[in-house]
């Protein structure tokens, strides 16, 4: 079995920072791909960043430049550093990790920017 347990959102003013965290437990022999993922409520669920457990990133347009995907390998850690976030970032992020071969999601953490 594997587990991904999100952490870190909350409500913030635009403008205002947080960090979320999301940790693989269980039977994770392989980590390679790691993500996360923005659903706001009556939209569909999109990417937000990627990092590959060679360090290599990937960030969707709107959140270039303000946030920062990174991981711990040895804590089998994704962060997703989120600064200058605005009303719009609203959204439950939800992270995905391919382990073993097999895509897995957490139950998603909510972030709520007021204006």
């Known amino acids: 079995q594997v587990q991904l347990v999100e952490s870190g959102g909350g409500l913030v003013q635009a403008g205002g920072s947080l960090r979320l965290s999301c940790t693989a437990s269980?039977?994770?022999?392989?980590?390679?791909?790691m993500g996360w993922y923005s659903q706001a409520p009556g939209e569909e669920r999109e990417l937000v960043a990627t990092v590959n457990n060679a360090g290599g990133t990937n960030y969707a347009e709107f959140v270039k430049g303000r946030f920062t995907i990174s991981r711990d390998n040895a804590r089998k850690t994704v962060y997703l550093q989120m600064n200058s976030l605005k009303p719009e970032d609203t959204a439950s992020y939800y992270c995905?990790?391919?382990?073993?071969?097999?895509?897995?999601w957490g139950q998603g953490t909510q972030v709520t920017v007021s204006s």
């Open positions: 995905k990790a391919a382990v073993n071969g097999k895509a897995y």
């Open positions: 269980g039977d994770t022999i392989c980590i390679s791909n």
